[in-house]
């Protein structure tokens, strides 16, 4: 091997987990009334408070946590939140868009600010007759792929006995 060839594998390898990763999405703005709900939903997350994200929804509101099955109403919610809850949370914004009593946003969350996302939501408001913005639907998931289990070496069983 030349050391040309060399060079040119030492490069690739370390550029490679570079050019792997796809530039992030820029955050767009969102209306004041709206970032509102954005920021309560973080401080409520941070907090563990699974009550207050609740209060969030929308009555019929449902939320679709990354692994977990769907959960509708505000005792179903607070159910979901409270197993999942309780870490440092930032949202952003990549897509908005408003019509006059209903908002979609299109987003990436990561553990604090100016971080890179882990994982990305959207979510779907709606504005009630009080003109206070609620969650209709939120559904997330992360990033990462899940890991697979590994498989069962050939004979031997998958408690590791033989």
Request: aromatic share 6%.
């Amino acid at each position: 091997m030349s050391l040309k060839s060399l060079f040119y594998g030492f490069l690739l390898a370390c550029i490679a987990p570079v050019i792997a990763q796809p530039a992030a999405l820029p955050t767009v703005a969102v209306p004041p009334e709206i970032e509102s709900v954005l920021r309560a939903y973080e401080r409520a997350w941070a907090a563990n408070d699974a009550n207050a994200l609740a209060r969030l929804f929308t009555a019929d509101g449902m939320a679709l946590p990354n692994g977990s099955p769907p959960a509708k109403g505000p005792a179903a919610i607070t159910d979901a939140y409270s197993k999942a809850a309780g870490s440092p949370l930032a949202l952003r914004a990549i897509d908005f868009h408003q019509t006059q009593d209903l908002a979609t946003i299109v987003g990436g969350f990561a553990p604090a600010a100016n971080q890179p996302d882990v994982g990305k939501f959207v979510l779907v408001l709606r504005r009630g007759g009080d003109g206070q913005w609620r969650i209709a639907a939120d559904i997330d998931n992360m990033n990462a792929r899940p890991q697979r289990p590994p498989l069962p070496q050939p004979g031997r069983s998958p408690a590791g006995g033989g």
